[in-house]
């Protein structure tokens, strides 16, 4: 395996990623050593919600490694440390730069064990344990607090050895106010009330080892829905009254246990799990041992549930139970094992939920999303141990280009191969570290196919295949030529991908498959035929993460857009043929706005007609607003209506949205209002700008509407809704509006200045992506001081960037 790591990492810096990606500060990474390992974590805790204080005792059962050793380092950032203990009696310590490093007054020899005990004090801790209560602003705002780990986060709020590979049992003992609970990882023991202290105390364990950065802890006033799944209690936790919205969201939740545990091959693990709400969470949801931390932005309401899902967050986070959780990446250079597995098997639920099509859309706007952080930010390899945090590594080349290379590997396989491997894979290191020689070697083992070349290809080296292609017929010999010429999207020469593909051609006759090696920087393909084609498909199945550059003629595109079976081909017809114009592509994608059988292409029609920026076209888009059903194909239209500046289709909008059952609709709706040009648009945005509605979408819908708009009162209204008391989403949306509207304006760049500051997180970092948008230069000192120091690691990477664009061609 150390071999398998090695070949590839040459090959890896042979062909190097994109230097953006590598900040000031980036080095290879490697997990440290380690003296002792860690057997079992107790935490013993009493949470001071009204002061933001965590008291805590942590007794950890250590095994020494090898002979003769007396020394161990424990990860602890900011403590108050009272005192150190091994086996009952005090140890010296030194305590400093966030390590606690222990010198016992004896040797171990290899497997001897001791316990360690660590008496502390955490006080409003900047990472790791968060608190929340109401103010003056937020006067509706619970009293809760949690935690999350992830990355090496675990450090701020109990000592531990923070890095992945370090798996171990664990138990929580935590002590909260009376009318409080307290929720962590595994089974819970027993839970008792002490009436004299108010206080309420709730014992747990979880006896399956796991990594440092998936113990958890939530408290809170929360009700508790009880489902199961063979058996195996499935709770869902939320604030009070929003049980019916977390009933809708999370109810699927025994339905996923059910499809993972049969398609894997091992059943889920735990003795329970549960999926906690909570309040003003920094991400989406974690996956903490059988207890995962959603957002409460994910719960939803009746009319979100229209058109809008949180099921793929949650099939995420539960996929992690198995990958990420039983199975741990070693280091995180690693964590695609963790990350592309989740958000591929978010995908495959999606196609055992909701059919072949969606599965595929999925795929591709996955693929979508890795390209676009590819054009806009970087390139990398998945699997790099280069890089300033391992923060850095979780973006969308870890989770959906991840995604995409899984789904390649899928389809290389097949069905069966694929899920025998899978099972090999988890059966074979279930409760264990794994590296992706791991993955590597259980698909070899259990296909016989050698598959180093994929790997090296897809996932140590960074990038992707970019084909110019062209096409003739000849009428003499009747024959059809392709020109394929290929370039690596990180270098013309080096990298080439060696990939196995098809052209599909339909004619008179029929349609038959051409396989084609690419290989080489160009090649010329002929094929016969009896007559001309009716149209020409390269990669008909879409199995291939690329971009393509293949203009095709008129007929061609319109006979795809008809006949193509996979609703990809059919989507990519659609963008090509709103770029050429001509009635009959007007005709061809009217037909499938109102005919084709899924959603999405329709969508796409409704994208295409508005490239066409034709009163035509715009007159079928209003059209079909009062046939189309399916209120996502709805909100197409109305964004595809934005492209037309006329007050006549403005008023008739107007009308439409209003009735709008959807909310989503209703708000693409609004922008198209605002980008219109309607004539009372400012009063109709204003008017919205007081509705109420699900996570403030309407409301949210009004600000950027107002940003379009680019009205006198424009300004005012977007930062009168930065300030603290709006609804946390519709802050972030107003700053980001400034920063679109910035460049050069004193009163903008003085106002995202402040918000760097705001003690909520995500404000903070959209007022650096803000900042980083307008490039201006006065932003640079702030931004420098949030580069350094214990800040999330989202932040450090922004504010660095930020900088390193703004000083460019400056310093």
């Known amino acids: 395996m150390e071999q398998l790591e090695a070949n590839c990492w040459c090959q890896q810096s042979e062909n190097a990623f994109d230097t953006r990606f590598a900040l000031k500060g980036t080095r290879p990474h490697y997990s440290p050593d380690r003296t002792f390992d860690t057997e079992h974590i107790k935490l013993d805790l009493r949470i001071d919600l009204k002061n933001q204080v965590l008291e805590g005792c942590a007794q950890t059962t250590i095994r020494a490694i090898v002979n003769n050793v007396n020394a161990m380092t424990f990860n602890a950032v900011n403590f108050q440390i009272q005192k150190v203990l091994l086996n009952n009696k005090k140890v010296p310590y030194e305590y400093k730069e966030g390590k606690l490093e222990l010198r016992f007054p004896k040797t171990f020899k290899e497997r001897e064990k001791a316990l360690v005990e660590i008496h502390y004090v955490v006080k409003q801790p900047v990472m790791g344990l968060f608190f929340l209560k109401p103010d003056r602003h937020y006067p509706q705002r619970p009293w809760q607090a949690w935690t999350q780990g992830e990355d090496e986060y675990a450090r701020y709020w109990f000592p531990c050895v923070d890095i992945p590979r370090q798996r171990t049992t664990t138990e929580l003992v935590a002590t909260v106010p009376k009318g409080f609970i307290a929720i962590s990882n595994g089974k819970l023991l027993k839970s008792t009330e002490n009436r004299k202290k108010k206080t309420s105390t709730f014992h747990w364990l979880q006896s399956i080892p796991h990594a440092p950065y998936l113990v958890t802890l939530v408290v809170g006033r929360f009700s508790v829905i009880k489902d199961k799944w063979n058996k195996i209690p499935v709770l869902y936790y939320c604030q009070k009254g929003r049980e019916e919205d977390t009933q809708r969201t999370f109810g699927k939740t025994p339905k996923m246990l059910d499809f993972f545990s049969k398609k894997i091959g091992v059943s889920y693990p735990y003795p329970k799990y549960a999926q906690v709400a909570v309040s003003d969470f920094i991400y989406g949801g974690m996956e903490n041992t059988s207890a995962t931390t959603q957002t409460d932005l994910a719960l939803l309401d009746k009319r979100a549930s229209l058109d809008y899902t949180s099921d793929g967050l949650v099939a995420h986070e539960l996929a992690h139970q198995w990958f990420g959780d039983y199975l741990t990446c070693k280091d995180w250079s690693h964590a695609w094992l963790n990350e592309s597995f989740a958000t591929y098997f978010d995908a495959l639920f999606k196609r055992h939920d909701k059919g072949e099509d969606e599965y595929l859309l999925t795929i591709h706007e996955n693929s979508r999303e890795y390209f676009n952080e590819e054009r806009e930010r970087y390139r990398r390899p998945i699997v790099t141990n280069v890089y300033k945090s391992p923060t850095d590594l979780f973006d969308r080349h870890l989770y959906e280009k991840g995604s995409v290379v899984l789904y390649m590997l899928h389809k290389l396989l097949g069905e069966e191969l694929f899920w025998k491997s899978i099972h090999a894979y988890v059966e074979r290191h279930r409760g264990k570290t794994v590296e992706t020689a791991d993955l590597i070697n259980a698909f070899e083992d259990t296909t016989g196919r050698s598959l180093r070349q994929f790997f090296d290809q897809w996932v140590y080296q960074a990038g992707h295949p970019t084909y110019k292609i062209r096409s003739w017929w000849d009428r003499k010999k009747k024959e059809i030529h392709f020109r394929v010429v290929q370039s690596n999207s990180n270098d013309a020469e080096k990298g080439l991908f060696n990939i196995k593909t098809s052209f599909l051609i339909k004619s008179k006759e029929g349609e038959k498959s051409f396989p084609v090696t690419i290989d080489a920087k160009s090649h010329h393909f002929q094929f016969s035929l009896k007559s001309e084609p009716l149209t020409v498909i390269f990669d008909p199945d879409h199995r291939i993460l690329k971009k393509v550059d293949f203009p095709r003629k008129e007929a061609y595109l319109v006979y795809q857009v008809q006949y193509d079976q996979h609703p990809i081909g059919r989507i990519e017809a659609l963008q090509q043929l709103g770029r050429l114009g001509g009635e009959k592509a007007l005709l061809a994608i009217r037909e499938a706005l109102l005919k084709d059988q899924f959603w999405a292409v329709q969508a796409e029609a409704a994208a295409a007609l508005g490239a066409f920026r034709s009163e035509n076209a715009a007159q079928i888009l209003l059209n079909t607003l009062d046939v189309i059903e399916n209120p996502k194909v709805r909100r197409a239209i109305y964004t595809a209506l934005k492209s037309f500046k006329s007050r006549a289709f403005a008023l008739a909008v107007e009308k439409q949205f209003k009735k709008e059952p959807s909310y989503f ?147």
């Open 665 to 811: 609709a209703q708000t693409n709706g609004l922008r198209a209002l605002a980008a219109m040009g309607h004539p009372n648009a400012e009063n109709i945005l204003k008017e919205h700008l007081k509705t109420n509605s699900w996570n403030q979408i309407i409301r949210i819908a009004a600000l950027e509407g107002f940003a379009e708009l680019k009205s006198p009162s424009t300004l005012a209204v977007l930062l009168e809704h930065t300030k603290k008391g709006q609804h946390q989403r519709v802050r972030i949306s107003a700053i980001r509006c400034l920063g679109e509207m910035g460049v050069g304006h004193t009163e903008i760049q003085g106002r995202l200045l402040e918000l760097t500051g705001d003690d909520f997180l995500l404000v903070r970092l959209a007022a650096v992506r803000a900042l980083h948008q307008s490039g201006d230069e006065r932003a640079v000192p702030t931004l420098k001081k949030l580069t350094e120091g214990n800040w999330d690691g989202r932040l450090k990477r922004l504010a660095q960037e930020a900088v390193d664009k703004i000083t460019k061609g400056f310093e």
